[in-house]
């Protein structure tokens, strides 16, 4: 069996592997190693070929005996074939990946003004994809004649491609500029993967700018890739089967709603329907906690408990893969809506008042309580929600629904 992998300095958080198994029958590693370890590695080891990633894509470029037109192009290189004579071939599948992404989010870059956060190997990436394109590439840097602070007299660009790293999990709170100041904006493509929805995408999502991340990105590299690694060309049906596989191992599915409207049956369910590990948030709460929600009422009052959800929230939503049911006011903080939006396709469940139960909860203990709660959260739960699923069925008709729904987010 042939066997490839990934060298990068850190690759902790690197999905290739996953990926690559997803896409092909070969052998896949990841190697990650500092740089002074590269020089021996591209001359000794045993490898058919390999992918590269931060910091190396122009260190590997001296070892090469041919570089395809892209990688020319590009001036970087992310996938190196060993051929039969020994000799190492490299290419540059980045620009086919940001392509499709590109293509994804409607953008057309011909006679437009494109903005590129940053100026990396992945921002000569961008720089290719807009010229190629016919478009032109405004490099925005933080030291150089486009700067953030001057970044106003780019106000009637039409595209913005983020390429930096702000945003990028652990930093899930940070966001490289804010797009206000961008008003002529008609598409934001951000190459961060993790979190699906960086702050940016979720600013560009609320002004209602079409918008991609670089999960699809980072499929169609792959894709692409894998077809100089096997020599063959991968079938749309697998490479959408793959992206729809790795979408749902990082994406949470999040039900939120008004207390007893169903969330924790409904999830329960749909955990084992979907085979995705349940994650309760009350639960997460009680159990670090040490006492019940009614407690922690008693003792810390309402904003003790905010605090101690918000932990939660932050914790799980900066991860992915799991059904997370949370408490009925969970939405009201602003910060808690963003971390559940970052790697969550955020449901909302929807029951009739007359229908929610009352007793033992803390903050809808009547009926005017219960009128007066709905009357705040109704927005907030629309702001948050990608979908809205009335319970007013069954069980299975409403796990059904969000199935349905689910599966189609996965898709696009």
């Not at 001036?75 to 039969?84: A, D, F, H, L, Y």
């Not at 790697?343 to 033992?360: C, E, H, I, T, Y």
């Amino acid at each position: 069996m042939k066997h490839f992998g990934l060298i990068g300095e850190r690759l902790g958080h690197s999905h290739s592997k996953t990926l690559h198994g997803y896409l092909a029958d070969y052998s896949y590693e990841l190697w990650p190693m500092p740089r002074d370890a590269v020089d021996g590695f591209l001359k000794t080891a045993e490898f058919d070929g390999m992918n590269v990633t931060i910091p190396y894509k122009q260190t590997v470029i001296p070892y090469l005996a041919e570089m395809g037109e892209t990688a020319r192009r590009v001036g970087c290189v992310n996938t190196i074939v060993k051929r039969s004579d020994g000799t190492l071939y490299g290419d540059n599948t980045d620009v086919y990946g940001m392509s499709v992404m590109a293509a994804r989010a409607g953008i057309n870059f011909a006679g437009k003004k494109t903005l590129i956060l940053g100026s990396g190997g992945t921002s000569l990436t961008a720089q290719a994809v807009v010229r190629a394109a016919g478009g032109e590439a405004v490099v925005i840097s933080r030291y150089g004649e486009n700067n953030y602070e001057n970044l106003e007299k780019h106000a009637d660009a039409d595209y913005l491609i983020n390429t930096t790293p702000v945003g990028m999990y652990p930093n899930v709170d940070a966001s490289p500029v804010d797009l206000k100041r961008l008003p002529c904006l008609k598409g934001v493509l951000d190459v961060i993967y993790n979190p699906l929805r960086t702050k940016l995408l979720q600013q560009a999502q609320q002004l209602g700018i079409p918008h991609q991340g670089g999960l699809c990105m980072l499929v169609y590299q792959a894709v692409r890739a894998c077809e100089l690694f096997a020599g063959e060309t991968v079938s749309v049906q697998r490479a959408q089967a793959a992206e729809m596989a790795l979408r749902k191992s990082v994406t949470n599915l999040v039900l939120v709603g008004m207390p007893g409207c169903g969330k924790s049956t409904i999830g329960a369910k749909l955990a084992q329907t979907l085979d995705m590990p349940l994650v309760d948030l009350d639960e997460e709460i009680v159990r670090t906690a040490g006492m019940s929600i009614p407690e922690i009422f008693r003792t810390e009052g309402e904003a003790g408990f905010r605090e101690r959800e918000a932990e939660q929230v932050k914790r799980f939503g900066s991860e992915g893969g799991r059904v997370l049911v949370t408490g009925g006011g969970a939405i009201k903080r602003e910060d808690n809506r963003a971390h559940l939006q970052m790697n969550g396709f955020v449901v909302q469940l929807k029951r009739s008042l007359d229908a929610l139960p009352m007793d033992g909860r803390p903050l809808s203990k009547d009926r005017q309580a219960l009128e007066n709660m709905w009357q705040e959260r109704a927005p907030l739960y629309a702001a948050c929600a990608d979908q809205i699923i009335e319970n007013d069925s069954t069980i299975d008709a409403c796990v059904q629904a969000i199935k349905e729904a689910f599966d189609e987010a996965l898709r696009s």
